[in-house]
């Protein structure tokens, strides 16, 4: 069990570094490239899809029947909706500096300013709980696929950290803007993507290491409605916007050739049930 943890914990540690990634390029650009993000969350969602279908709901209806492999699958999907429902995830928003307004001296005009760095910075903290929280889900995937085997976790962090690099430009971007602090932008983005890591060390200590293989195989089922409905829900809408629709499905069909080819030559190199 205590290998499975630190397993685990290394593929989540690649989401945090991922986020932190993220913030670098608001730190060194200032104005990321938005249509390149939308790219690229376009090809992740490209990675989760065919994890979701292909993959993980493709086993677990192979492993414990059609009827229940569904309603674990389905059943994830209503767990993740209610968390996207009473927790919607912050969207990247361009951030209008006011660096570029005239300055006439007036003393309102300054107090305007303050105030509309603290909405910012608020509106950038915020963005950090929500994703803080979000990442705890995913988190719990990849420790469950970490369980299954090492291809399956290394699968679903590598798309997991994919999709984490517009997220800590959706941290680092309002708290730079308002701050004026490459650190603290850099800081507060990191930290929202460490609590993946978390999620797994919290979720490893509350499944036992003798977990029966059937229910093993339906929460792996669940996990695959998990990552489609945040692919269908919340990561194509922001690839068609920043994007435009017409890339941002080529990338996602990128994406899941990408992915598929990948399932094929890590299953030749490393088994599905490899322990760890």
């Known amino acids: 069990m205590d290998s499975q943890i630190l397993v685990a914990l ?34 992740a969602a490209g990675l989760m899809l065919s994890i979701s279908f292909f993959d993980l ?18 059943a994830g999907v209503i767990f993740f909706a209610l968390v996207s429902h009473f927790i919607p995830e ?17 003393e309102r005009s300054k107090d305007m300013m303050k105030k509309h ?3 910012v910075l608020f509106s950038g903290i915020i963005t950090a709980v929500g994703i803080s929280l979000h990442n705890f889900p995913e988190g ?3 420790f469950l696929g970490s369980m299954k085997g090492l291809r399956v976790g290394l699968n679903l962090a590598l798309a997991i950290a994919l999709h984490n690099i517009p997220e800590g430009v959706a941290v680092a971007l309002p708290v730079y803007f308002a701050t004026q ?11 929202s993507g460490l609590a993946e890591p978390l999620g797994v ?28 409905f945040l692919t269908l829900h919340e990561m194509l809408p922001l690839a068609f916007d920043y994007a ?10 990128f994406g899941m050739a990408f992915m598929s080819a990948s399932l094929y030559f890590l299953a030749r190199c490393l088994p599905e049930d490899m322990s760890l």
Request: net charge positive; aromatic share 8%.
């Open 90 to 106: 912050p969207t990247l928003a361009p951030i209008s500096s006011a660096k570029g307004k005239k300055k006439d001296g007036d």
């Open 181 to 191: 602090s490459k650190w603290q932008a850099f800081k507060l983005a990191t930290l």
């Open 140 to 142: 719990m995937a990849v």
């Open 201 to 228: 060390i919290i979720v490893g200590y509350l499944f036992p290491s003798s977990l029966n293989p059937e229910i093993l195989e339906g929460l792996l089922g669940a996990v695959g409605g998990v990552m489609a």
């Open 10 to 43: 290394g593929l989540s540690m690649l989401g945090g570094l991922s986020t932190s990634l993220g913030a670098l390029f608001v730190v060194i650009s200032q104005t990321p490239n938005l249509k390149m993000l939308g790219l690229l969350q376009g090809f």
């Open 57 to 74: 709901a493709h086993n677990a209806i192979n492993s414990i029947g059609f009827l229940k492999g569904n309603l674990w699958f389905f």
């Open 117 to 119: 760095r603290r909405q």
């Open 244 to 253: 435009g629709q017409k890339r941002a499905v080529k990338a996602v069909f």
